[in-house]
């Protein structure tokens, strides 16, 4: 006769642990639905305030007049330049693409260390005094609009720090560069978001996705690159990720005792800017 094993009985989780988990799914499920929802108020993080930059060796030698520019109907951009007080024409003039939240009114102070250049900057749309809305392909056609209004043909070179990085790179891509300086770069936020558990099953639903994994090769101008050791906003291999897919060979500057927020205004990193820009 054969003997039919019983079956072992497993143990059931307790309803109040399934009730638990099926809440904590659901919690995570929302809130991952608002920030789909909310992504371009998350991006484009209007700034709070103005930050400030050590004034330079040459901190005495210009003058930054304030600008706005019409980029649409109705849409006009808060921008400032820096010029030279002894009325020589600028050397170049490096063109500034902030990051989220930042108000690029520090930008043209750079001329404190870079002498003779003019330091141009416009805060997107939604920033500071500027109008309109922000989102991807509107701060990226803005980009252009701005390098064809106030740039032209004269020699510039192109500068972008976080968020901003991916809509110099673009630039860079299509217009004519001295040069180009990206701070805290990546390689794409969808690539960023991927890497994060909680955040990868959300990745589809990203609309500003700022991925230059495609232009990266067009660039071939000079370019520096900018780390913070202590940055933990955006992860070192996504920098390094975004170097290796660039078409031309990148010199790398990684500074210790900065963040992600502190870096562009360091005095360490100015003087790497100043030194791969106007090495005399």
């Known amino acids: 006769m054969i003997q039919a094993k019983a079956l072992r009985r497993v ?3 307790p309803a109040m642990w399934t009730e638990a988990l099926g809440i904590g799914i659901g919690t995570w499920a929302a809130g991952l639905g608002v920030v789909a929802a909310a992504q371009r108020r998350l991006i484009f993080k209007p700034p709070v305030r103005v930050r400030r930059l050590p004034p330079g060796p040459a901190a005495g030698g210009f003058r930054i007049e304030p600008l706005t520019l ?14 030279p007080l002894d009325g020589l024409a600028p050397r170049a003039t490096l063109l500034y693409f902030g990051g989220r939240g930042e108000n690029a009114a520090w930008a043209p102070h750079m001329s404190g260390y870079l002498h003779g250049w003019s330091v141009l900057a416009f805060n997107y749309r939604g ?20 390098h064809d209004h106030c740039i032209g043909d004269a020699p510039a070179a192109i500068m972008g720090r976080s968020l901003g990085t991916a809509v110099a790179i673009r630039l860079a891509a299509a ?5 180009l300086v990206l701070v805290s770069p990546f390689d794409s ?10 955040l990868a099953p959300g990745v589809p639903l990203l609309r500003h996705r700022f991925d230059t994994r495609a232009q990266a090769p067009q660039v071939r101008c000079p370019t520096l690159v900018l780390l913070a050791r202590g940055d ?20 790398l500057v990684e500074i210790d005792g900065q963040t992600h927020r502190s870096l562009p205004r360091s005095v360490v990193a100015q003087q790497a800017i100043a030194a791969f820009l106007a090495p005399d």
């Not at 019409?70 to 010029?83: I, K, N, Y």
């Not at 920033?127 to 701005?146: K, N, P, Q, W, Y």
């Not at 936020?189 to 909680?198: F, K, S």
Request: glycine letters at 8%; one cysteine or more.
């Open 11 to 13: 143990p059931r989780m």
């Open 70 to 83: 019409r980029v649409a109907p109705g849409v006009t951009l808060e921008g400032w330049r820096s010029l």
């Open 127 to 146: 920033f500071g005094a500027s109008l309109g809305r922000a989102t991807e392909a509107v701060v990226c056609a803005d980009a252009l609009r701005i």
């Open 175 to 179: 217009v004519p560069a001295q040069a």
């Open 189 to 198: 936020l969808g690539a960023i978001a991927a890497a994060n558990p909680l």
């Open 232 to 251: 933990r906003r955006v992860p070192r291999r996504h920098s390094l990720a975004l170097l290796q897919r660039l078409g031309t060979a990148a010199q």
